[in-house]
């Protein structure tokens, strides 16, 4: 069940659900009603590393945000953003300058602000915090606003499977990534799912992508999703077995991957899974503007509250190259799938 909507009173925090269907670029959002816009509520944003123009999730975090400032019409007195250095020290300064300056809501962008989002969150109980791309700060005063990445997974799967030529595909991803034995049995029965010859397999990559893919490649896999976005070494090699007549394809992850945000995405890229940050970021800021707060239960046992963005809701999407008629029509069972099975994954 859907759990119910309700607000933000005597700064209690409760629960706050948002209903909608969406797939692709097609989405509808219910939002609960409206209360007045309170005039005196400031909103801070702390970006990762590069700040804007990154073309990564900075930026596509900020669209939202410019979204929701052009709709309410919000002066620059209402809005803070900065954007760290990169240092555990010095992203722990800015989350504790931002709450001592009194914003009420205090959003952080990338997982590595969860320690400090954590901390200042303890130190500041009578403020709202968030941090978009992480579900593990367990605070009752932080929403984590995250993105079921096995969704994404399962529909790589699918697209790889009936892309390959081969029958042999690939997951790769990084070895820090602590969702990726997740991800990886997605992407299995995601490829599963639309062919039972296929022959999946899955690397947790320590260092050194491009060893790994020129691996793979040598033998006989055609067809590679990757979550790896430590740097763009990945893509670069297959970019340059491409160059040597090799066949390889690529399905990325956007906007985490940077590198993928061309205005002439390469052909060798036939599909990408999108994470929607700046709807967070819209839906973040309005409840804060009408006094409301986005609890929704994430993992109660841990206590992590917030929102995890599904197909569903209009959180993810999935962008394909191909124009076939028979792997679109593959890729809409499998979207068929996740819209009844996404939770399961």
Known sequence: MKHLVSYLAAKRFRN????????????????????????????????????????GVNDAAAIGLKAVQQKFHLSSLAMREVVTTGTPADREARIKFLAKAGYNLIIAVGHDYSAAILKTA????????????????????????????????????????????????????????????????????????????????????????PFYVKGLVAQGVDTIYSTWNINSDLFTSVAGLVLAKKKVALIGVTPDQYFLNSKLPPAFLIGTGNKNYGLAISQLVESALNNQTITNVIDEPRGIFGMRYRFSDGGLSFTVKSTSPLIMKKLSLARTYILKNGAKL
């Open 16 to 55: 706050f659900t948002i209903a909608a269907i969406a797939f692709a670029l097609s989405i509808s959002t219910t939002y609960p009603a409206k209360a007045a816009i309170d005039p005196s509520v400031r909103i801070a944003i702390a970006y990762d590393v590069g700040g804007l123009g990154d073309g």
């Open 122 to 209: 303890q130190n500041y109980p009578e403020q709202q915090f968030a941090i978009l791309g992480d579900s593990s700060v367990s605070a009752a005063n932080v929403s984590d606003m995250d993105f079921s990445t096995p969704e994404l997974a399962f529909m790589a799967g699918a697209l790889a499977a009936a892309s390959s030529s081969s029958g042999k595909i690939a997951m790769l991803g990084s070895a820090q990534d602590g969702g990726f034995e997740r991800d990886q049995r997605a992407f299995i029965a995601g490829a599963t799912y639309i062919s039972a010859k296929v022959k999946p397999s899955s690397i947790a990559i320590p260092s050194n992508a």
